[in-house]
């Protein structure tokens, strides 16, 4: 403040004299041109100081980022931590942890675009199954929900990498329940789900998005990007009646193709899901114990369970819940 | 301390700006000698100094990126290019601004340095300037300062516009700033001459150099950003009739003819208060421009900050400008003198035609720009005023104007001799139906306005060289030589901007489709094979660039843009020039084909000979600067010859 002080009032005096210097020829020329110096630098300041911070110093961003860097992460906002990510990849443009952590950042905060670009930078340096994980998985966000071509070549070469990374064989199983091959589909994420400990907070919340999407009728509404239901009422058009005699006939047909096929996984879970949701609670708990006398492996047995406990055919102990469902 | 210093040395140019048009003026009303007059002079160059070092403050804000300044915050991100970081400092409203009267401290040096001869009028002329510079700095000082603070900084900025990310744009508006500003200069001689009662013919003498230099600038930003337009907004056009267009094409109109009124008036002093009045009127016409652009009152693509406080003291300095010039006109045309007289097929006649066509172009664009802002401020019914309008109302005149433009050089000054001029023109005139009858032939099917601009475009050309050919030989001095080039030169120009819009006028339509890699397109006789399409990310952009392979050879690589800073999609076209024209491509939107596959928006478009528009402008500035320098020679000329003269007298007495 001082310094400024004395600097300016040095400029404006040097600018005064300069100016009022040639008066001082003319008659009374000394104090003529006195008074206009010191008129100029008092002017000059006082139209300086309406809206003046002259205590603030200049902030140059190679400030704010050496602050941002020496400062803890968890203290700082997001947009705070993607600066001094950024900063870091600007100092060393090959810190691929660096530019990993940026792609995750700007992916969460819903910037897929420039996510995608960061993590194909990242790529390119070095090739890692997280890193490769996160990019197939922006580009399912990006694609809403989609498991693109180009995002199932990142989950494939993530997977190769690390078969044990749960999201890879997560978005494998999806791009296979997308293309309708819905035994793949939980293959992949029985595998996963007999990979992790039982634990592991990915194990619940695995099983019991598979356990929703491999019981959705196959020909039913149209799924949608992620295996959303485009629609969930195909016969909202219909009476009360009409719909629950199509529903009983559709369940009747699933039946006899299971006695047909009884190694239909998804068939087995579509049948229960039925049965609970048309009101046929006893049928329904007979199907599913049907479906864990047919399949005695332990990943589909923890998918029929979260099943089960997502239609409410038996009761959530807290004890399952915090350990299968978180 | 940089903000600061910045914000103090702003104040400091609009106190020196004050002593400045005090001194000065005291000064004058001594004739322009003394301690006053050398104050009034010193002033100008601290306020040169002060607003140049605020100025360069700035930049350096914008390279350090100190985002604790609100200007830089808006206007700049980290990973911005260098060359944008500079060019953000003019990039908005309040840099432009600090531009703005720096050139206004700039042009009152250049008149205290090289203004008039008679040290009075220069001395009054300064003092002129300096109540324009009081206006501004104030406005900037007080509602536009680029050095108010953002607390607590931002991390990072919002980046400069990516569509002024350009180094076409990175120019236009210094030179278009040049041009407005430029023109301050003819307004401060023009209203000091009025003050001294100057005659017209010195006055005329006097402000021609500084509106030729004004002018020159502002054919050079305006050509600048039609260009600019045509290969960046992505669709190809180069004029729209945009307000903020019709703003600096009607001081550019205005110029023009003062540049022509003002020749008259010095070498013959005819139309003394007509020169007078248009120096004046330009400025005013630049600084209605100002309003239109900062105020908010009309939407743009060049609109910005968008403020109608702003708006207000703009509005204030127009009416200060204008009230102040012309009351002074009102009071004082008088004393301007009345010419000697000339017949109507002199030189006079011609170029007092001429300025009569200019003069109304800029009425009717004035009109068409300003008629749907009053009647919307007046409650009226939203309405909008294109090319239809301007087609039918400024084009008539234009090309009138171009009908006469190639005539007047062979035409003598005051009477007589008219018939033996125009024999020189013969030639040329002969050239007319040549040109009308090839412009048929050429653009079988074209628009008739088309037809006539290209005739015309050569009628004028040919008048040009004729001139070249029969003026330069008889030029004897190096003054003369490079004032009849640079007549010739910007008249060929102007030729070749006729050409050019004429030959773009009867363009086929473009052609957008989307391909598939390996899909093929054909358009105006080219076809072109979309090879890929792939990731090709900026420093501060994402970008996916197509591959185009042309069948006749070569490869286009149009791309489109994402800005993430300024969340912002921009197109970046790709142009293979050749002398029939420019071939055009464009990328636009992935779509999804109906076999699954993605395709991309493909647009095609063929300007024929294009090139003519950018060469006529260039030539323009050319003739422009040509003819400074002839202004200059002359003047060392007649300098070196008064010194003889008055050594001669010496030795003799």
């Not at chain 1, 404006?12 to 010191?38: D, N, Q, S, Y």
């Not at chain 1, 949608?224 to 009409?242: I, K, Q, R, S």
């Not at chain 2, 127009?318 to 002199?346: D, H, N, Q, W």
């Not at chain 2, 001095?477 to 773009?504: E, P």
């Amino acid at each position: 403040m001082i310094v400024f002080a004395s600097l300016a009032a040095l400029i404006a005096v040097i600018a005064g004299l300069f100016i009022a210097r040639p008066l001082a020829r003319e008659k009374h020329g000394a104090p003529i041109a006195l008074v206009t110096t010191g008129a100029i630098a008092l002017a000059a300041f006082m139209i300086y100081f309406p809206g003046a911070e002259p205590g603030e110093p200049g902030q140059p961003h190679s400030a704010t980022v050496a602050r941002l860097i020496e400062a803890d992460p968890s203290t700082l906002t997001l947009e705070e931590q993607e600066e001094r990510l950024r900063a870091l990849v600007r100092r060393e443009p090959d810190n691929t942890q660096a530019l990993a952590m940026l792609g995750r950042l700007l992916a969460a905060t819903e910037r897929e675009l420039e996510a995608v670009s960061v993590l194909e930078r990242a790529l390119r340096i070095e090739e890692s199954a997280r890193t490769l994980s996160d990019l197939g998985q922006t580009l399912v966000t990006l694609n809403e929900g989609e498991v693109t071509p180009a995002a199932s070549r990142a989950f494939e070469r993530a997977y190769e990498l690390d078969p044990a990374l749960p999201e890879p064989a997560f978005f494998l199983g999806l791009r296979a329940y997308q293309d309708g091959d819905r035994e793949a589909a939980a293959r992949y994420w029985g595998a996963i789900i007999a990979q992790l400990e039982p634990g592991d907070p990915f194990r619940g919340a695995i099983a019991a998005r598979a356990a929703d999407l491999l019981s959705r009728p196959s020909a039913g509404p149209a799924l949608g990007a992620g295996g959303e239901a485009a629609g969930e009422a195909p016969f909202a058009d219909l009476d009360p009646g009409e719909a629950e005699a199509m529903v009983a006939a559709m369940v009747d047909r699933l039946q006899a193709r299971l006695d047909e096929n009884p190694d239909d996984f998804s068939g087995w879970m579509t049948l229960v899901r039925a049965r609970a949701t048309s009101g046929q609670r006893e049928a329904a708990l007979a199907s599913l114990a049907q479906a864990q006398s047919n399949f005695d492996s332990e990943p589909r047995r923890v998918m029929l369970s979260a099943l089960a406990r997502a239609l409410g055919l038996v009761p959530v102990s807290g004890a399952q819940q915090d350990e299968e469902t978180r | 301390m940089i903000a600061e210093l910045g914000r103090f040395l702003i104040a400091l140019a609009l106190a020196a700006s004050f002593a400045q048009l005090v001194f000065a003026w005291k000064g004058a009303s001594r004739g322009g000698s003394g301690g006053f007059a050398e104050a009034g002079r010193l002033a100008v160059v601290a306020v040169v100094v002060s607003a140049g070092t605020a100025f360069a403050l700035l930049i350096v804000a914008f390279l350090q990126s100190d985002f604790s300044i609100a200007y830089v915050a808006g206007h700049s991100h980290i990973d911005k290019p260098l060359l944008y970081k500079v060019a953000a400092a003019w990039g908005g409203h309040e840099g432009s601004m600090l531009l703005w009267c720096l050139m206004l401290g700039l042009f009152g040096l250049a008149i205290s340095r090289v203004g008039p001869a008679d040290p009075a009028l220069r001395l009054r002329a300064v003092s002129v300037q300096a109540i324009l510079q009081l206006l501004f700095f104030s406005f900037l000082a007080f509602a536009s300062n680029p050095f108010d603070r953002l607390l607590p900084a931002p991390v990072q900025g919002a980046d400069l516009n990516p569509i002024l990310q350009d180094p076409a744009l990175a120019v236009h508006p210094p030179l278009l700033y040049v041009g407005y500003v430029g023109l301050s200069s003819a307004f401060a001689i023009a209203a000091a001459g009025l003050i001294e009662k100057t005659p017209g013919r010195a006055l005329g003498a006097a402000l021609r150099p500084f509106a030729l230099a004004a002018w020159t600038a502002l054919t050079a930003g305006i050509a600048l950003g039609a260009w600019w337009a045509y290969y960046e907004l992505g669709w190809g056009g180069w004029w729209f009739w945009d307000p903020v267009e019709n703003a600096s094409f009607m001081p550019w109109l205005l110029g023009a003819a003062l540049i022509h009124s003002a020749i008259a008036t010095e070498k013959r002093g005819a139309f003394p208060g007509w020169t007078v009045f248009l120096a004046l009127l330009a400025f005013i016409l630049s600084t209605l421009g100002a309003f239109l652009v900062r105020s908010g009152v009309l939407t743009s693509v060049h609109a910005f900050a968008l403020d109608p406080e702003r708006g207000v003291w703009i509005l204030g300095m127009l009416a200060s400008a204008a009230v102040g010039g012309f009351a002074l006109f009102a009071l004082r045309a008088g004393s301007l003198g009345e010419g000697e007289g000339f017949e109507p097929t002199s030189r006079e006649a011609f170029i007092g035609a001429n300025n009569l066509l200019l003069a109304a172009s800029a009425g009717v664009v004035l009109v068409g720009t300003v008629y749907p802002l009053i009647l919307d401020m007046s409650g009226g019914a939203a309405v909008s005023v294109g090319p239809p309008y301007f087609n039918a109302t400024a084009t008539p005149l234009m090309i009138a104007a171009l009908v006469l433009l190639p005539l007047a050089p062979f035409l003598p000054w005051a009477n007589g001799g008219a018939r033996a001029g125009l024999a020189q023109m013969r030639a040329a005139l002969l050239l007319l139906p040549v040109a009308i009858g090839g412009g048929v032939l050429i653009w079988m099917g074209a628009p008739v306005l088309a037809v006539i601009g290209g005739a015309l475009g050569l009628w004028v050309l040919g008048g040009a060289a004729m001139d070249a050919v029969g003026a330069l030989p008889a030029a004897r001095t190096r003054a003369l030589k490079f004032a009849v080039a640079g007549r010739a030169l910007a008249h060929a120009g102007v030729g070749f901007i006729a050409l050019g819009a004429a030959a773009d006028a009867s363009r086929p339509p473009e052609l957008t489709r989307a391909l598939v890699p390996g899909e093929s397109l054909t358009h105006a006789g080219h076809t072109v094979t979309l090879e890929d399409v792939h990731r090709a990310d900026g420093q501060n952009y994402l970008a996916d660039r197509a591959t185009l392979r042309l069948e006749r050879g070569g490869i286009l690589q149009p791309e489109r843009r994402y800005y993430p800073a300024a969340d912002q999609n921009t197109r970046e076209v790709a142009i293979r020039t050749r002398l029939s024209g420019d071939f055009y491509a464009a990328i636009g939107e992935p779509r999804l084909q109906p076999d699954g596959r993605v395709g991309y928006e493909i647009r095609l478009a063929f300007h024929p000979m294009i090139w003519a528009l950018g060469l006529g402008a260039f030539m323009i500035v050319l003739g422009g600067g040509c003819a400074l320098y002839a202004r200059a020679a002359g003047r060392v000329v007649q300098r070196r010859r008064v010194a003889g003269e008055t050594a001669a007298r010496g030795a003799n007495s």
